[in-house]
């Protein structure tokens, strides 16, 4: 590895720790040309698996590619996309995927681009789920409409019912 400073081709290593979430690898390393000191993080390499069965490495530009086309002319902002990209690479790391399915990657996307805008959302979806038929479009919108609902309805007190409990004592009229 190349010192950033001075491009001097060797460096040493100082100190080597495992991050906090165990994800990754930091090493302090200095440069004994210039002794400037810098730190470098290793991480495993995520790779993505392409329908074809051909692989590769995760990029988070190319991973949200489909969303930038699907949030054309929305509200929404060069820096969402990017933080959404960085919480697609998140979560697909957190799930622990070495070589991780195309689709899933989709599928990490559903979530967070729900969030950012639902028409963008929808539009994503359509495609990433090629909804087979109008119906199924719609039932995908009454299911964002009803979570929506519920989410700015106040819960429902549950009613309460009564359970008759024996016999009441009463008797047929005869
Ligand atoms: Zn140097």
Redesign the pocket.
């Known amino acids: 590895m190349h ?6 081709t060797d ?1 040493r290593v100082l100190d080597s720790r495992v991050t906090d979430d165990g994800g990754a690898i930091r090493r302090r390393r200095s ?6 000191r810098f730190s470098t993080v290793e991480q495993m390499q995520l790779v993505v698996v392409k329908r074809s069965g051909a692989t590769e490495p995760f990029a988070r530009d190319k991973a949200i590619t489909g969303v930038r086309k699907a949030c054309k002319g929305r509200p929404v902002s060069e820096d969402d996309l990017s933080r959404l990209g960085q919480r697609v690479e998140d979560t697909l790391r957190s799930e622990g995927w070495a070589e991780v399915p195309a689709n899933e990657v989709g599928l990490a996307i559903l979530g967070p681009l729900r969030e950012l805008d639902e028409v963008a959302y929808l539009r994503f979806a359509s495609v990433y789920k090629s909804f087979e038929s109008a119906e199924a479009f719609e039932e995908e919108i009454a299911i964002l409409r009803a979570e929506r609902a519920a989410a700015e309805t106040p819960p429902i007190e549950p009613v309460e019912t009564l359970v008759p409990t024996g016999s009441t004592g009463r008797s047929a009229p005869g």
């Open positions: 010192c950033p400073y001075c491009r001097n460096t440069c004994p040309s210039c002794e400037k």
